[in-house]
């Protein structure tokens, strides 16, 4: 009796192919590839900081405001240095730029790790240190998203960041998974031992990537070439609203910081690695089901439904008396922002121009993180006020209302088609020149080693 599974029918194979991620962008560039594995090996060891941190305070305080505090110390930092990122990452090497920061947070990670050993660790070095992580990112960052359009395919853009998402999510789940277990075993030095050794392979990966210069007539880093790119995001009324949207579903509904106090309401402290690994696991499955985005062409009706999703599920998640119930509707809320940033990060990949991708990368860097800076703060704040829970649901409903009512006021988001959008034909248009110059160079450089050999 032969007891094996049919093979698959050709309808299931249709709908597992239209599913599944897109690997064209893995295929075709090897840069690509190079960039992939080491934010791979970034996003594991940074996650586990990332729990390790509000942990750590936590026990040196007890105190869910001065945990939430940690996000007013990143914010100055962040934004100052997000903005001149972006003019740098237009005028420099960006290759060599990701290189120099990624090099910077390995040593921050490592101070970290030296005031943990410490028989009396200190609280001050731990907000010195985050403020200065949020300027080395503030300043890689830019260049780093803006690499990207530079070494895929304009028509793989979506696929490209629904990848770069794969590797994020499936560190954003074993990253804090592992750290609850390290962290209550071997202490929250090992966490951040752990991070400042993939730094060090990271940079190993990043340093075999291709150069990848500016154009000869960039424009200079200045604050006059920082105004430039807000000109732009100012005249693109799309843009801004994905800003907008962004900003007010992380202002309101992002209480990642007060997850330690939450768990500790519902009487399960065994919950906390769970939470923070919850909504990444929400997100991780849209990822390893992202065939279909490259098949949406409406993005900004795409984010308006993915933000409407977040706030309902972070504000059912608040009302909920169960851990349970929290932890699907965290897996729920990290579905729905999933879906957010593919369509915001298509949009922007799409319709940018490579001149100012860099200005723009750090204007997309403040708000897809000064929001979450600023939720982290106005959560822990609430929480002193009104208490754990009601501090997560009042977020959720008022980041519902907020997303409502901007979207009356963004006729060009909504009317968004990558199909008819005057911006995103230029930018496809430039992609196939730059493609076209790319292989007409190639092909004389093959006809001209024979002769050369000859």
Not at 23 to 51: A, E, H, K, M
Not at 78 to 84: A, D, Q, R, T
Not at 269 to 298: C, E, I, K, Q
Not at 335 to 348: N, Q, V, Y
């Amino acid at each position: 009796m032969n007891d094996a599974a049919p093979p698959p029918t050709g309808r299931a194979r249709s709908l597992l192919r239209s599913v599944a991620p897109d690997l064209s962008p893995w295929r075709s560039s090897r840069d690509f590839r190079l960039l992939w594995l080491s934010g791979c090996v970034t996003s594991f060891g940074s996650f586990l900081t990332y729990v390790a941190v509000p942990l750590q305070i936590k026990e040196l305080t007890d105190s869910s405001f001065a945990v939430g505090l940690v996000g007013a110390f990143e914010l100055v930092p962040l934004i100052v240095f997000g903005l001149w990122g972006g003019a740098l990452a237009d005028a420099l090497d960006r290759r060599r730029l990701v290189l120099f920061a990624e090099a910077g947070l390995g040593l921050l990670s490592m101070l970290l790790l030296v005031n943990a050993l410490l028989p009396t660790p200190v609280l001050w070095p731990v907000y010195l240190v985050a403020a200065l992580v949020a300027a080395a990112d503030g300043l890689q960052r830019p260049s780093l998203d803006a690499l990207t359009p530079r070494v895929v395919r304009h028509d793989q853009l979506a696929a490209a960041f629904a990848l770069n998402s794969l590797y994020r999510n499936v560190g954003s789940v074993a990253g804090p998974a592992l750290a609850g277990v390290v962290v209550t075993f071997a202490g929250v030095q090992t966490a951040y031992a752990l991070d400042v050794a993939t730094f060090g392979a990271s940079l190993l990966l990043l340093a075999r990537i291709r150069a990848v210069p500016p154009p000869t007539d960039a424009e200079k880093p200045s604050v006059r070439a920082v105004l430039t790119g807000i000109r732009y995001a100012w005249s693109r009324k799309d843009l801004l609203g994905t800003y907008a949207i962004d900003l007010c579903a992380m202002l309101f509904a992002f209480p990642v910081a007060i997850f330690p106090f939450l768990a500790a309401d519902l009487h399960a402290d065994w919950a906390l690695g769970p939470m923070y690994a919850a909504s990444a696991a929400g997100a991780l499955l849209v990822s390893v089901t992202s065939g279909w985005t490259s098949r949406v062409h409406r993005h900004g009706r795409l984010l308006l439904a993915a933000a409407l999703g977040w706030g309902a599920a972070i504000a059912v998640a608040g009302l909920s008396g169960s851990v349970w119930w929290v932890l699907l509707c965290l897996v729920a809320a990290g579905g729905a922002d999933e879906i957010s940033g593919i369509a915001r990060s298509t949009l922007w990949n799409q319709s940018i121009p490579d001149e100012l991708r860099g200005r723009m990368a750090g204007v997309e860097l403040l708000s897809y993180s000064v929001g979450p800076q600023l939720g982290q703060v106005r959560a822990g704040g609430m929480a002193g006020l009104v208490g754990v829970r009601a501090s997560v649901w009042i977020g959720g409903v008022a980041c519902v209302v907020g997303v409502l009512a901007l979207a009356t006021s963004l006729p060009r988001l909504l009317a968004y088609d990558d199909r008819t959008d005057p911006n995103a034909a230029a930018v496809r248009a430039e992609h196939e020149r730059a493609a076209a110059r790319r292989e007409a160079a190639e092909r004389e450089a093959a006809d001209q080693a024979p002769a050369d050999a000859s």
